[in-house]
């Protein structure tokens, strides 16, 4: 360590070298958050970016809804107001949410759905990029399945005041969004306010069952006709940025985001039924549910002895999530957590000839405090929890020819948990706090290529998961099951090779297919257990079974994807997209969960001047019950008696540009108004549905 801080302390020393303050204008600093993934992650993974064109172009009721109509990501929803992604089989906990630069994942990011990636209002993004696959030597724990990253909109100096203004309405829940930001800059300083309001109304579930099941999600107490009672919400969501180009050399970006909801029903809890044939659930919902996020960033860009360009970017991040329930003809349950989060992240950049060379360090800590109201236990240790996690990390990229490239990297990281207990009676835990301290080596090696017509890579890397406060310490039922603690769950690994290759046939046009093969290791997975010698326990007033997360020994997840997109003219372009999951647990010869079934999307594309159509298809094949997970988190009870039905949708939108300061977009969704749902998923999916959204700049 002493090592370390002498050099962060010649780091130091070099930024502060050129503080003259220059009259000349001055060149644009690009910060790491705001670069392309292609440029910042070194081994060559798969990796693709949703530009903010396309992001209005989809008319989303929410972030997770741009994901979902890519076609390449599966969203689960067990809610209106929610969008859990699903990459390569993993979810949740297992997949990396970043927001310009500052990891989303917390301490109490659950295994089974997370709804998170909604605070983040669509209408101020820049871009999303999608890396598939372990990003683990970059990003550290939880980046198993990949990263989701989240770029907002930046203020430039040397530009002109722009405001902006969009409008949105969809009709399946009457749903309203209204956005307006302005970026304007003065000298060496640059500004960007936006806030976005939405409210939505219940949402409607498509009239036609072509899957021949006809009292599927028509729960007569939670349904009126087509409509799902009690899935309204609304939500506001704001963000500030105040950008400093000191000099040539230096900039200085303050982020300050802030998102905030009204009470939203957990539908996939109010549908259930006793086995009385009665209402199991008087009310269930989330309370209002926040994020506030600030972040500092420096970018420091002159060559010395240490690097060529340093990043810092130090976060802090406060989440309040609040769960309300009531059991019919019982007392009503308020749990409520408060998560604070703060990290430092160290990134430098060097290039030596041909070799470029990325390396830095991170940390970051996370509080967790537990309440609730009344005489019931607390979600998490009702003393407290505290999680620290801290990596090294260095990348190197060299070209061994004009042919091919050479990635790798290695990352240290290691993780402690202190878990506290007050009261232990209330389930009769035979401890009073969990300490959890683990560590790992993980790395990455990959060749691209790229000749003639054809490009490609292969890739293989390890990936490591610590297991968070939510993993260890929670207690809560789902699916006629409780969840209790385990303090001797221990990290899970994962080893993944994949291969990607492309062709160029007629110009732009190409076809591509990427196939890869995950070997999970300590896999966590819930399973049977046992408390105190006793398999079961009284929960709210209810005797459950009791389970908790444990590792296993061995699981596989692989799958391949196909993309294909073909230039018919100048003017019609057709883009076609397949996926395929499979995941297994090895040792018992079980189904893992969170595994989707095969999806795709194709669409045609016509496209003039100031004026653009498109027809897609969305679709999914069937599931049977027999390949979902034993443990439950897949929901299928939500589905039917057989399983999650085939379904497609047919959509149609339009897109005129009026002028260069006014677009008008035009959407009609699910247009045979099939019912259905999404893999896993609680709430059905919208029915027809018309959809108009306006973005003026002035």
Not at 470 to 484: C, Q, R
Not at 526 to 546: A, C
Not at 653 to 682: M, P, Q, R, V, W
């Amino acid at each position: 360590m002493r090592y370390l801080f002498i050099f962060l302390f010649a780091s130091s020393f070099c930024l502060g070298q050129d503080t003259l303050m220059l009259a000349m204008p001055l060149p644009e600093i690009v910060f790491e958050e705001e670069k392309s993934e292609n440029e910042r992650v070194f081994t060559p993974q798969k990796i693709e970016s949703i530009t903010a064109t396309s992001i209005f172009s989809s008319s989303p009721n929410n972030t997770a809804d741009i994901l979902e109509k890519s076609g390449n990501i599966s969203i689960q929803k067990s809610q209106g107001g929610g969008g859990s992604p699903i990459i390569r089989g993993f979810e949740a906990n297992r997949v990396l949410l970043v927001v310009d630069g500052v990891r989303l994942n917390n301490a109490i990011y659950r295994s089974g759905h997370v709804q998170s990636i909604i605070t983040t209002s669509p209408f101020m993004l820049e871009k999303i990029d999608l890396i598939f696959g372990p990003a683990s030597v970059k990003y550290g724990s939880d980046a198993l399945g990949g990263v989701i990253h989240l770029h907002t909109r930046s203020p430039k100096i040397n530009t002109k005041t722009i405001r902006r203004l969009v409008q949105k309405y969809n009709s399946s829940n009457k749903g309203v969004t209204s956005h307006f930001d302005i970026v304007w800059s003065h000298k060496k300083w640059s500004f960007l306010n936006g806030f976005t309001l939405s409210k939505f109304e219940n949402q409607k579930m498509g009239t036609n069952r072509y899957h021949g099941y006809e009292g599927w999600g028509l729960e007569s107490h939670i349904v009126d006709g087509n409509e799902q009672l009690r899935t309204g919400y609304s939500q506001a969501d704001f963000i500030n940025k105040i950008r400093l180009e000191y000099n040539e050399y230096l900039s200085v970006l303050l982020n300050t985001q802030f998102s905030t909801s009204s009470n939203i029903g957990r539908f996939d809890k109010l549908n259930d039924m006793t086995d009385s044939g009665s209402p199991k659930y008087e009310t269930w919902e989330y309370g209002p549910q926040k994020r506030i996020l600030s972040s500092l960033s420096v970018n420091y860009k002159k060559k010395n002895l240490f690097f060529d360009e340093l990043n810092i970017l130090l976060s802090g991040q406060y989440v309040k999530e609040h769960r309300i329930s009531q059991k019919l003809n019982s007392t009503k349950i308020n749990r409520l957590e408060n998560v604070w989060v703060y990290s430092i992240n160290n990134s430098y950049l060097k290039t030596i000839g041909k070799l470029k060379i990325n390396y830095g360090l991170d940390v970051q800590y996370n509080y967790v405090e537990s309440k609730v109201y009344g005489s019931n236990a607390t979600r998490y240790a009702d003393g407290g929890s505290k999680m620290i996690n801290y990596g090294l990390f260095g990348q190197v990229k060299k070209p061994f020819s004009n042919i091919f490239h050479f990635g790798g990297g290695l990352r240290f990281s290691s993780s402690y948990l202190d878990a506290k207990y007050l009261n232990t009676e209330e389930y009769g835990l035979p401890f009073t706090n969990i300490d959890l301290n683990n560590s790992s080596l993980t790395g990455g090696i990959g060749l691209g290529f790229n000749f003639d017509k054809w490009e490609g890579s292969f890739n293989i890397s390890s990936g490591f998961r610590s297991p968070n406060v939510d993993d260890v310490t929670k207690v809560f039922s789902k699916n006629n099951t409780v969840t209790v603690p385990n303090d001797r769950l221990l990290p899970e690994y994962s080893y993944t090779g994949d291969f990607l290759i492309k062709k160029y046939i007629y110009g732009n046009s190409y076809v591509e297919s990427s196939i890869y093969y995950t070997w999970l290791k300590q896999a966590i997975v819930k399973d049977r257990f046992r408390l105190n010698n006793s398999d079961s326990l009284i929960y709210d007033g209810e005797l459950l079974p009791i389970v908790a997360n444990q590792n296993v020994q061995s699981a596989i997840v692989y799958g391949y994807n196909i993309r294909a997109k073909f230039y018919l003219s100048k003017d019609i372009t057709t883009s076609h997209s397949f996926n395929y999951t499979f995941g297994k647990d090895v040792d018992k010869n079980t189904y893992l969960d969170h595994i989707p079934p095969k999806t795709g999307r194709s669409d045609i594309k016509w496209s003039l001047a100031n004026f653009s159509s498109k027809l897609y298809f969305l679709y999914s094949s069937n599931k049977k019950a027999s390949l979902y997970s034993i443990n439950g988190s897949d929901n299928l009870d939500e589905a039917t008696e057989n399983g999650l039905p085939f379904w497609w949708t047919a959509n149609m939108s339009f897109e005129f540009n009026i002028s260069e300061y006014l677009n008008f977009t035009c959407g009609l969704e699910n247009i045979f108004d099939a019912h259905y749902k999404t893999y896993s998923s609680g709430i059905s999916s919208p029915g027809r549905s018309v959809i108009f959204s306006v973005l003026a700049e002035f």
